[in-house]
């Protein structure tokens, strides 16, 4: 099955879903720059009152496909095509999108997958959901452009926390935390989502874009980095551990960092 990113409407909400059911939804680059179009479609369209994004089957999204990284992101200069153009231009279209966006989560919610449901307006998950970014045993480092949603979601505390330790939360721990918006049953996530979905399109379409534009503009906003820290957010290519860290998932292996 060709992983993409598929769409449907029913009334006037739109379902968006992260097809990629052979890796848990894995986001490829093909992928993310198909979100970045469907959400900029969606935001287009001025009848629609709510978008729901949610993964195929039993799992949101698994993080990105991390066979991609050894030849799609290699060197600095494609890496800033796909962090900067491809990966930050889908997540700035869920946060730019007029509509109110639901992320709809069941299972793992793990890297990019968590980045996603960080630009989201509200956050409905299932008990059995799983949340992380254990990019630390892969020995590379979240891009900016995508810490900046986790850190204004979660703060610099548990955004720290996440990506220090590595551990997988689990939605319970998630919520207390403040990532998530409601827990459910994960028989109920389903309908919960829609019926949140509901709730929104139910009310006055232009005060909840006003909403959303206004919470979003009055949160503190973070300080551009210089060109020069850009290039050190990716120094991790030329690192032996990246490398390595590489390597050993793709082995199924533990890896075996050295600091250099």
Known sequence: MTPDVL???SDDI???T???PDK???VNAAMWRRLKAVMEELHADETLRCV???GEGKAFAAGGDLEEFLTQRDTFERAQVYHGEWVAGALAAIVACRHPVVALIEGVCIGGGLEIASCCDLRIAGEGARFGAPIMKLGFAMAHSELVGLVALAGPAVALEILLEGRILSAREAYGKGLLTRVVADAEVEAEAHATARRIAAGAPLAARAHKQLVRR?????RALEAEEVRENFAFLESE???EGLAAFLDKRPPVFRGR
């Open 14 to 16: 739109a379902t968006v």
């Open 24 to 26: 848990l939804n894995a």
């Open 18 to 20: 992260l097809f990629n």
């Open 52 to 54: 729901v994004i949610r």
């Open 218 to 222: 009055l949160m503190a906003q973070a």
């Open 7 to 9: 769409w449907q409407r």
């Open 241 to 243: 551990d990246y490398r």
